[in-house]
């Protein structure tokens, strides 16, 4: 941190590591845009699946993208493609439409993940497709 000496005692401090901080910050910053890419690609595998442990599999993994790491209903125990990305498409947003599609496509993969109904299973998968791809 540098410091400048004015007059009558006054300092102004440059901070400098603190801007560097800042734009270190911004590069590691989420991307949501990505984030929801990456949680429709899986639902796509998903709807594309020919059996119900595959759909299982990418909406578990869209799942992961969606909530994040911290989030409810991550399942560790499956990959997280989402990892480097950011902390979860839903913490991520920040603009209201985005988190209604977002807590929409959600639902539609834990509906997709719970039932054992290979149909109902890639139509749920096949819709939170359809709702991530309106993520922007």
């Known amino acids: 941190m540098t410091t400048i000496r004015m007059s009558k005692g006054l300092r102004v401090l440059g901070f400098g590591a603190v ?10 910053a989420a991307d949501l845009s990505k984030e ?5 690609q899986h639902a796509g595998m998903a709807a594309g699946a020919a059996d119900l442990k595959t759909v299982e599999t990418h909406l578990h993994m ?3 993208c969606l909530v994040g790491p911290k989030g409810k209903g991550f399942d560790a125990q499956v990959a997280n493609p989402c990892k480097d ?3 979860g498409a839903l913490t991520d947003s920040t603009t209201p ?6 807590k929409q496509a959600l639902a539609k993969a ?3 993940v719970t039932t054992s109904d290979l149909a109902k299973a890639k139509s749920d998968a096949k ?3 359809t709702l991530l791809d309106k993520v922007m």
Do not use: P
């Open 19 to 28: 801007s560097l901080i800042a734009v270190a910050t911004a590069a590691l």
């Open 36 to 40: 929801a890419a990456t949680a429709g």
């Open 62 to 64: 869209t799942i992961n």
């Open 85 to 87: 990305l950011g902390n």
């Open 97 to 102: 439409a985005n988190k209604k599609l977002l």
């Open 110 to 112: 834990e509906t997709g």
């Open 127 to 129: 819709a939170a497709q």
